[in-house]
C-alpha cells in the first residue's frame, strides 16, 4: 500500500487520494466536470500545477502557473451544483481557504468543455469574500468543531 492509497483525498468526498482525484493526477480522463474540478481543486492542495495547466483549456490557459504553498492553505471544497449538457459543463463551488490568520473563501461557477472525451477546464467567475469566525464559532475548514479547538491559530 503506497502513501496515497491512506491519504484522504483533498476534494473532501472521503476516499483515498489513490482511488479519487490521484488516479486523474496520473492520467485517467476525468468522467464529468464535478470530477475534473475536484482533481483540480486538489492539485491546488497539492501544488501540481503541470496537472493544472494541463487540464486548462488551451483557449484560456496562462502559459505558466506559479503555485505558492506558503501563502494560501486550502481547507475545504463544497460543491453546490455542477452538470453537463452533451459538450458543456459547469461546477458551482465554494473552496475555503487560509492566508496567514486570514479565513477566506473562493466561490466560483466554473465552465468546462469536453474534447476528444476528455474535460477542460474554461473559464470561470471567481468572488473572494472574507470571513472572520470568532474563536467559538464553527471551524470554516468544515470539521464540525469548534475554531478554538481545531485550526485555531492560538
Not at 12 to 18: D, I, R
Not at 105 to 117: I, P, W, Y
Not at 136 to 146: E, H, Q, T
Amino acid at each position: 500500500m503506497t502513501h496515497s492509497d491512506r491519504t484522504a483525498c483533498p476534494c473532501g468526498n472521503g476516499s483515498s487520494l489513490a482511488g479519487c482525484c490521484g488516479r486523474y493526477h496520473a492520467g485517467e480522463p476525468a468522467p464529468t466536470p464535478e470530477a475534473l474540478m475536484r482533481s483540480r481543486y486538489s492539485a491546488f492542495v497539492l501544488e501540481l500545477a503541470d496537472y493544472l495547466l494541463a487540464t486548462w483549456h488551451p483557449s484560456t490557459r496562462p502559459s505558466s502557473l506559479e503555485l505558492d504553498d506558503s501563502a494560501t492553505v486550502w481547507k475545504r471544497l463544497e460543491v453546490l451544483e455542477s452538470g453537463e449538457d452533451d459538450e458543456r459543463g459547469w461546477v458551482h463551488f465554494r473552496a475555503t481557504f487560509l492566508e496567514g490568520r486570514r479565513w477566506s473563501v473562493l466561490e466560483e461557477s466554473s465552465r468546462f468543455v469536453r474534447e476528444a472525451g476528455r474535460w477542460f477546464y474554461l473559464d470561470g467567475n471567481p468572488a473572494v469574500h472574507r470571513l472572520k469566525p470568532g474563536r467559538n464559532a464553527p471551524c470554516p475548514c468544515g470539521s464540525g468543531r469548534k475554531l478554538k479547538a481545531c485550526c485555531g491559530l492560538a
